[in-house]
């Protein structure tokens, strides 16, 4: 992978990580097109550079994440069921991750349900963070885990199932974000730990592109952010939705179509 290989999926990241379109799909897809998919550090880079998109998440909402204790406990009562899943079922996401038809289906699926979203969850009751309880931090988790099918997008699934227990639209992307920080990390630390295990080191031009790619997810990451909120605010999912359609068409397409599209 050169620099500007490394720039390009670092923007990706950054400006899909938390908008409801996929961004492990849409990184998969750009690493294919540039044809450095089979590569162990791209594999590790895609997921590494999580990392910067991670602090976009921390300092934007810097005072929010030193509230309260009970504010970290709903936000590991929302994660343990992501860590539950994915150490059962592990191999099952690793096959998964194999198939660009199962991005473009899932992103293709993904897209009609978003379409009618905000019609299906227009009553909200829960305005902000603090009126989340336990027991719907822990369902929003049970919807984080749909998200280990690659194309579903961790933000679309955590948004909509906070949706579905009554949290207004911005209610249910920021709790959606906060629950990013531990996911993320852990996923991060799983797959360098597994980067290890398996005897690879990195080189001097691999840790600065590694550098590069989270300085760039950051600030691309603070940008995506502040503009999907407002946007959310004001029109709501339909466009992520038809967004969505249109690009797992395209993937479904050019599979069917014989193109080899097989990723991983």
């Not at 492990?24 to 895609?46: E, P, R």
């Not at 998109?53 to 970290?72: C, E, G, H, N, T």
């Not at 690793?94 to 299906?120: H, M, N, P, R």
């Not at 990195?202 to 300085?215: C, D, P, S, W, Y």
Request: hydrophobic share 55%.
């Amino acid at each position: 992978m050169d620099l500007i290989q490394a720039v390009i999926l670092a923007i990706i990241e950054g400006l899909t990580e938390f908008l409801p379109v996929s961004s492990t799909g849409h990184m998969i897809i750009a690493s294919s097109a540039m044809g450095i998919a089979n590569n162990d550090f791209v594999k590790l880079f895609t997921v590494a550079i999580q990392l910067g998109a991670i602090l976009s998440v921390v300092v934007l909402y810097f005072k929010r994440f030193f509230q309260s204790i009970d504010f970290y406990v709903k936000l590991m009562v929302a994660f343990i069921p992501a860590v539950i899943f994915g150490l059962l079922f592990s191999k099952k996401i690793d096959q998964l991750l194999e198939s660009a038809l199962t991005v473009g289906i899932t992103l293709f699926v993904g897209g009609i349900i978003l379409l009618f979203v905000d019609k299906w969850f227009n009553k909200p009751t829960v305005t902000e963070e603090k009126g989340i309880d336990l027991i719907t931090a822990l369902k929003i988790g049970l919807f984080q885990c749909i998200a280990m099918i690659p194309g579903t997008s961790r933000s679309a699934a955590t948004i909509v199932g906070g949706m579905s227990q009554k949290l207004s639209r911005t209610a249910a992307a920021e709790f959606s974000f906060f629950l990013a920080v531990p996911t993320m990390f852990a996923a991060t630390a799983k797959k360098l730990y597994d980067f290890y295990k398996e005897g690879h080191t990195f080189t001097g031009e691999e840790i600065k592109l590694l550098a590069l790619g989270n300085v760039i997810a950051f600030i691309v990451g603070l940008l995506a952010i502040k503009t999907f909120i407002t946007f959310l605010e004001r029109k709501g999912f339909v466009l992520f939705g038809w967004y969505r359609i249109v690009v797992g068409a395209i993937i479904i397409g050019l599979y069917m179509a014989g193109h080899n599209l097989e990723v991983i």
